[in-house]
Every structure is written in structure tokens, then in C-alpha cells.
């Protein structure tokens, strides 16, 4: 039981670092190239969502085949334990997209 909730923290934690680095990262080159930070941090944010849950989950579409032969095998506890870590690193996604535009709303 320990590995899964070893599983759901790293799940949560890539796809908050992925969101988080990626716009941090992308406001610091809008520095570099005098464009406004704020508007690159949030559309990066809103961009790598959807790349960060992939890269949480393995970045392949294995998670979703454990799902689908273990639900037609009768094995429901596996296939929810697939569910689970897609929720946590939606979850790590979106915490990490809500942080930064969270960061951005102050100032004009």
C-alpha cells in the first residue's frame, strides 16, 4: 500500500513541476525578450495542463490499457488504482495552473 501512495505523490508532484517550471521558465524568457512575462506565464500554464498529466502518468498510453484489461479481467481494484494517479496528477496540474495565475493577478 505504501508504493501507491509513493505512486500518488510523485503523480501530484511531476505534474505540478512540470506546470510550475515550464511557466516560470517561460516568463523568464519573456523577460529576455522584452514581451510582458505575465501574459507567457499564463498561456504556457494553461498549455503544458494537459502535457504535465502526461508526463505524470508515464507518457504513453499504458495507463490506459491497465485500465481497460483489468476492468474486462474483473480486477476493479487495479484499474481504480490507474484512476487514481490520472486524478492526482490532474490534480498536480491543476494546483500548479492555479498557482500561477494566482502569482499573476496582481499588477496591470
Known amino acids: 500500500m505504501e508504493l501507491v501512495y509513493t505512486k ?14 515550464g511557466a516560470l521558465l517561460a516568463g ?5 525578450l522584452w514581451t510582458p512575462p505575465k501574459i507567457e506565464m ?11 498529466l502526461v508526463a505524470a ?7 490506459m490499457r491497465v485500465i481497460e484489461s483489468n476492468v474486462l479481467q474483473g480486477h476493479l481494484s487495479l484499474a481504480a488504482q ?4 490520472i ?6 496540474a ?3 495552473t492555479e498557482l ?7 499588477g496591470g
Do not use: E, R, Y
Open 8 to 21: 500518488m505523490a510523485f503523480s501530484f508532484f511531476i505534474a505540478f513541476g512540470v506546470v510550475m517550471g
Open 28 to 32: 523568464a524568457g519573456a523577460v529576455f
Open 42 to 52: 499564463l498561456k504556457v500554464a494553461g498549455n503544458l495542463k494537459i502535457w504535465a
Open 57 to 63: 502518468v508515464g507518457g504513453t498510453i499504458d495507463p
Open 82 to 85: 490507474q484512476i487514481i494517479f
Open 87 to 92: 486524478l492526482f496528477a490532474f490534480l498536480g
Open 94 to 96: 491543476h494546483m500548479g
Open 100 to 106: 500561477i495565475q494566482w502569482m499573476c493577478k496582481s
